[in-house]
């Protein structure tokens, strides 16, 4: 179990750190033409409310109730194009449906699953400048969940709930994909509206597989609100006097 999680975890790190190579090098290699400063950092804090789509969603509702959220992303104040994004975060669902099952079966029609992510995403920014800057957003990620029963209980462990031999990870990869806009305040400050979309590679959010009537895996998706703080790293290392 262990090792799964370390080699997932190796995989975003490298993507993160390759993304930032590309990103914070020299774009020219002509001492005679101007090279380009490196972007400032820009810190977001992001709120959100989050659905997911699963075995326990009330008459198989493609948007059910949301549920509230954070997240924290570091990502370059950058002219370009593309761009990467770290993103971490948590939130939760709940789900209850009393009539998936009513032949005796054991597995539960309630389910709170708190949940947490970490992702690496990389941005394309239909303008490269300007006040507002539509982007879309694709990449990779860990998420790790905590199926609980009404009383608190963790499913995951309990098999009773399952069929015989039945078993699943509660750390998963997942694909997430990302359309928004962002408004420039000022220099320092913006702010950013965005739609998430979490494609997980699990059945098992609301601890119900094979015995759910739902094809294919559960899905989260979302509505998030950012604010973003940039910091000139260049600067206040250098200071404001500093020539390029």
């Known amino acids: 179990m262990h090792y799964k999680v370390w080699f997932k975890f190796c995989i975003i ?29 820009k810190f977001g804090l992001g709120f959100l409310g989050i659905t997911y789509n699963g075995d326990l969603n009330a008459n ?15 990502q370059f104040n950058s002219v370009r194009r593309l761009s990467p994004q770290l993103n971490i975060g948590f939130s939760k669902i709940i789900a209850q ?3 998936l099952f009513q032949n005796g079966q054991k597995s539960n029609n309630y389910v709170e699953t708190p949940f947490f992510w970490g992702n ?20 990779i990620g860990i998420l790790g969940f ?7 209980n963790n499913l995951a462990s309990n098999q009773q709930t399952r069929e015989p031999g039945e078993t699943y990870s509660t750390t998963v990869l997942f694909f997430p994909l990302n359309a928004g806009v962002e ?8 702010i950013a509206l965005d739609y998430y979309r979490f494609n997980t590679t699990t059945d098992y959010l609301d601890n119900v597989g094979k015995l759910g009537k739902k094809r294919g895996k559960d899905i989260l998706q979302g509505l998030q609100f950012t604010v973003f703080w940039m910091w000139d790293y260049q600067k206040m290392k250098f200071g404001r006097d500093r020539s390029l």
Not at 60 to 74: A, T, V
Not at 123 to 133: A, C, E, I, Q, S
Not at 183 to 190: H, P, Q, R, Y
Request: aromatic share 16%.
């Open 13 to 41: 790190w490298f993507l993160w750190q390759y993304s930032f190579t590309v990103m914070a090098q020299e774009v020219s290699d002509n001492e005679d033409k101007p090279i380009l400063p490196k972007p400032a950092l």
């Open 60 to 74: 198989e509702e493609y948007w059910h109730r949301f549920y509230p959220g954070g997240n924290l992303s570091l």
């Open 97 to 99: 449906d009393r009539s």
């Open 120 to 139: 690496v995403l990389v941005k394309y920014r239909f303008y490269k400048t300007g006040r507002v800057r539509p982007h879309i957003a694709a990449g």
């Open 146 to 152: 905590n199926p609980k029963d009404i009383e608190g």
């Open 183 to 190: 408004l420039k305040l000022n220099s320092f400050v913006a």
